[in-house]
């Protein structure tokens, strides 16, 4: 058994014994805690990397389709 597909049946087993909305829950859990001990200059700071990171690629699939 690969690791993927260990973690996959561990993913599925919680599913099965927890309810798919467990996931939202620890999520929002782990992100108010973030929120908590970072404050919200570090989800601007993030939210700013991401755009970069969109735009950055955004372009570069224009330079290659123009190259086609």
Known sequence: MTIEEAARKGGNT????YG???YSRIGRKGGQRVARERGPDFYSE?????GEARVAQSRKLE???SEE
């Open 63 to 65: 330079s290659e389709r």
């Open 46 to 50: 993030i939210g700013r990397k991401g």
């Open 20 to 22: 798919p909305d467990f």
């Open 14 to 17: 919680t599913k099965e014994r």
